[in-house]
């Protein structure tokens, strides 16, 4: 298991796919959220004349509508394709990788609970190693979520995610798909530690509970405690990466945060917190509980 468990009782492989299908389960349900997040992180200040224009997306519902108003329901799952390509290589490495990178922190011989600083450093580990592998998927995923409605006539700048990834090697370069390496490595190194060691901490503590057993409502707790403390810490890297990604005026990391905070002030770097709680929140209870159920099926298929 994720959590409770010093070894894992089913194969990598097993792990692997159970982590990558839970994954991709967990963004088809709420890729709309996160579009929405992407918008609203993407939005600056809009002047008009001398004052200040309203913005154009209020709120997370507010984005949603608008989003669905303007160009369809269907834009709501735009980059789903590469988002799936990402769950599938980031979902599976970072969650797959958990245990046995734990367990080579701790050593063969460790007896007892895992201490909480060993759950984070492996969780830091193996988020920056996945998403090293999954950049692309992500640069790719965040561009066909900015693109909004186009005027009459306007093509788009890309047809699909295949469609992208070659375009962007073509007029960018290979190199321009770990465009936003930096702070993505940042955002999901510390995501994937607050999510997984969260999580595993608060499934062991709710197990020493009287009355508490390793079931859906622990689960469901352990989840949201998951997505919570992993949207505090992670939302400022967060808004950084997608306006890096969505935006190639920046000329890096340190540059896009202090233009940011210039321009926008500092809670700008908490824009989309509703709807990125919303997603993170729904998302991890979706993905661990999918997750524990499907690592119980696979684990009846492999001790058959």
Sequence with gaps: MVAGDSKSDISFAGTFASSAFAACFAEICTIPLDTAKVRLQLQKKAV?????????????????????REEGLASLWKGIVPGLHRQCLFGGLRIGLYEPIKNLYVGE????????????????????????????????????????????????R??????????????????????????????????????????????????????????????????????????????????????MMGDASYKGTIDCFVKTLKNDGPLAFYKGFIPNFGRLGSWNVIMFLTLEQAKKFVKSIESA
Excluded at 48 to 68: E, F, N, R, S
Excluded at 134 to 155: F, H, I, M, Y
Excluded at 226 to 231: D, R, T
């Design 48 to 68: 008009a004349g001398d004052g200040i224009a309203l913005p154009k997306y209020k709120g997370m519902l507010g984005t949603v509508g608008t989003i669905a």
């Design 109 to 156: 011989n460790f007896v007892g609970d895992v201490p909480l600083t060993t759950k984070i450093l492996a969780g830091l580990t193996t988020g920056a190693l996945a998403i090293s592998v999954a950049n692309p998927t992500d640069l790719v995923k965040v561009r066909l979520q900015a693109e909004g409605k186009l005027a009459a006539g306007v093509p788009r």
């Design 158 to 243: 890309y047809s699909g995610a295949l469609n992208a990834y070659s375009t962007i090697v073509k007029q960018e370069g290979v190199r321009a798909l770990w465009t936003g390496l930096g702070p993505n490595v940042a955002r999901n190194a510390i995501i994937n530690a607050a999510e997984l060691a969260s999580y595993d901490q608060v499934k062991q503590t709710i197990l020493k509970i009287p009355g508490f057993t390793d079931n859906v409502l622990t689960h469901l707790l352990s989840g949201l405690g998951a997505g919570f403390v992993a949207v505090c810490v992670g939302s400022p890297v967060d808004v950084v990466k997608s306006r």
